[in-house]
């Protein structure tokens, strides 16, 4: 009798297996079908990027996509972030998350589809504007699994959840999408799943990791003060640009020197301004910093390690107390991503048998930070899963591993993903990833 529970259970196991893949199969073509348009809208949507806070015309674009497809959508959800619920019966709650904003940089890919656009940024001033870090991609990703999966409506059962996110470069999306009550206001998620272009990874490969995926993010800001001065008189003054060099140096020894070097950290100093012309020494200096660790103790420990070396340095300066170094760290912190690892596994298998093992790809931790991890740390918990998307011509991947050379990465001027295969392999990979987790396929 266990015997033939066991072949029973094998049988029905199988039957499900053979059902989805008639189903992703029908989504595959329903997708080669539909591509002219999802092209379309990807150079449409690679052309118009918007800045953080900015993405007003590309949140009404995805808002159109989703009500034309029947989605009931809530807008300006905090800045521009736009939410679609599509009730389909009774069954899970499944939310897909894309990322809407781009970068204040000007693009030299070549490509006859180039960004030309400009934007304000927080500053005040006008910059370009281009999609480096690939939600154009993301986007185009979002609306081609929002089609295919109405189109089919008929296989699965459960509501699904579309967000089209603001503002995910400086931080702030995730946040203001919370505190406008995002989880009170649709059907708390039983999954949340999301996925990022990968700028080293060949088209059509996908990428994972169980657990730690990206790192938390801190960007901090300090304000060296001294005592400024004729340059041609340095010994009158107490010269902030020389105690910001000897600040900026000693930070380096805290990764290497005071950091467990089994656990991942990164100082990195992005920006440093002071002073006016070549003679005049300044009464301060202005740095950038960003902090990235996946340990809360390790970043706990980064931090006092800056104040430290700050304090100390502008003592030894012979700075006064009212002079020392002021450092104040933005909010909202963006926290590290980590993946569920139980949901992990459940969708990794969805993609080897959609995919086949070679082309599935378990990948390192990256110190880039995402906040989509908020999606996962509310006070109503639900499990989260972001994976990597290949997105580089694989003729040009195997020729970078060949000779030695380094791929342009995200946030780079130069970042030209693929866009066919890697807009058709994102739609395959959420569509397929949703129909398991509402888990009714007929």
């Given at each position: 009798?266990?015997?033939?529970?066991?072949?029973?259970?094998?049988?029905?196991?199988?039957?499900?297996?053979?059902?989805?893949?008639?189903?992703?199969?029908?989504?595959?073509?329903?997708?080669?079908?539909?591509?002219?348009?999802?092209?379309?809208?990807?150079?449409?949507?690679?052309?118009?990027?918007?800045?953080?806070?900015?993405?007003?015309?590309?949140?009404?674009?995805?808002?159109?996509?989703?009500?034309?497809?029947?989605?009931?959508?809530?807008?300006?959800?905090?800045?521009?972030?736009?939410?679609?619920?599509?009730?389909?019966?009774?069954?899970?709650?499944?939310?897909?998350?894309?990322?809407?904003?781009?970068?204040?940089?000007?693009?030299?890919?070549?490509?006859?589809?180039?960004?030309?656009?400009k934007g304000i940024n927080a500053a005040g001033n006008e910059v370009n504007v281009m999609h480096a870090c690939g939600h154009d991609i993301h986007m185009t990703v979002l609306v081609g699994t929002a089609r295919a999966l109405v189109e089919a409506k008929s296989r699965w059962n459960g509501t699904l959840v579309m967000v089209g996110q603001s503002a995910e470069e400086n931080g702030l999306g995730a946040d203001l999408l919370f505190k406008a009550g995002l989880y009170e206001k649709i059907p708390l998620p039983d999954f949340a799943i999301a996925l990022h272009d990968n700028p080293y990874l060949?088209?059509?490969?996908?990428?994972?990791?169980?657990?730690?995926?990206?790192?938390?993010?801190?960007?901090?800001?300090?304000?060296?003060?001294?005592?400024?001065?004729?340059?041609?008189?340095?010994?009158?003054?107490?010269?902030?640009?020389?105690?910001?060099?000897?600040?900026?140096?000693?930070?380096?020894?805290?990764?290497?020197?005071?950091?467990?070097?089994?656990?991942?950290?990164?100082?990195?100093?992005?920006?440093?301004?002071?002073?006016?012309?070549?003679?005049?020494?300044?009464?301060?200096?202005?740095?950038?910093?960003?902090?990235?660790?996946?340990?809360?103790?390790?970043?706990?420990?980064?931090?006092?390690?800056?104040?430290?070396?700050?304090?100390?340095?502008?003592?030894?300066?012979?700075?006064?107390?009212?002079?020392?170094?002021?450092?104040?760290?933005?909010?909202?912190?963006?926290?590290?991503?980590?993946?569920?690892?139980?949901?992990?596994?459940?969708?990794?298998?969805?993609?080897?048998?959609?995919?086949?093992?070679?082309?599935?790809?378990?990948?390192?931790?990256?110190?880039?930070?995402?906040?989509?991890?908020?999606?996962?740390?509310?006070?109503?918990?639900?499990?989260?899963?972001?994976?990597?998307?290949?997105?580089?011509?694989?003729?040009?991947?195997?020729?970078?591993?060949?000779?030695?050379?380094?791929?342009?990465?995200?946030?780079?001027?130069?970042?030209?993903?693929?866009?066919?295969?890697?807009?058709?392999?994102?739609?395959?990979?959420?569509?397929?990833?949703?129909?398991?987790?509402?888990?009714?396929?007929?």
């Open positions: 009798m266990k015997d033939y529970l066991i072949i029973f259970s094998l049988c029905l196991f199988s039957t499900s297996l053979a059902a989805q893949r008639a189903v992703t199969s029908k989504i595959s073509a329903f997708t080669d079908k539909n591509y002219p348009s999802l092209e379309k809208l990807y150079h449409h949507l690679h052309q118009n990027p918007e800045l953080s806070m900015h993405e007003e015309k590309s949140a009404a674009r995805i808002a159109k996509e989703l009500k034309r497809l029947g989605f009931e959508v809530m807008e300006k959800m905090g800045a521009h972030n736009i939410v679609g619920i599509f009730k389909n019966g009774p069954g899970p709650t499944v939310l897909i998350r894309a990322d809407m904003d781009a970068l204040p940089l000007e693009e030299k890919t070549g490509l006859p589809y180039a960004s030309k656009a060949a088209a059509g490969k996908i990428g994972f990791r169980e657990g730690a995926f990206m790192a938390s993010v801190d960007m901090m800001d300090i304000t060296v003060f001294g005592a400024g001065g004729h340059g041609a008189a340095p010994h009158t003054t107490k010269d902030p640009v020389v105690l910001s060099a000897q600040m900026i140096m000693a930070f380096q020894t805290i990764v290497s020197r005071e950091i467990n070097p089994i656990d991942p950290a990164v100082v990195t100093v992005g920006s440093i301004h002071g002073g006016t012309v070549h003679n005049i020494i300044p009464d301060e200096v202005k740095m950038q910093l960003t902090l990235r660790s996946y340990d809360k103790d390790v970043r706990n420990q980064t931090i006092a390690a800056i104040r430290r070396i700050s304090a100390s340095m502008a003592q030894a300066a012979g700075l006064p107390e009212d002079k020392m170094p002021q450092i104040t760290i933005r909010e909202p912190q963006t926290p590290a991503t980590v993946n569920d690892p139980v949901l992990t596994k459940r969708l990794v298998a969805v993609f080897k048998e959609n995919f086949g093992d070679e082309n599935v790809v378990e990948m390192p931790p990256y110190m880039v930070g995402e906040d989509f991890s908020r999606f996962g740390m509310q006070e109503k918990q639900v499990p989260i899963f972001m994976f990597w998307l290949g997105a580089i011509d694989p003729v040009k991947v195997q020729a970078a591993a060949e000779n030695g050379e380094q791929l342009p990465s995200l946030h780079s001027p130069l970042f030209a993903p693929l866009p066919e295969p890697t807009i058709k392999t994102g739609i395959m990979a959420m569509s397929a990833a949703a129909l398991d987790l509402f888990e009714k396929v007929k």
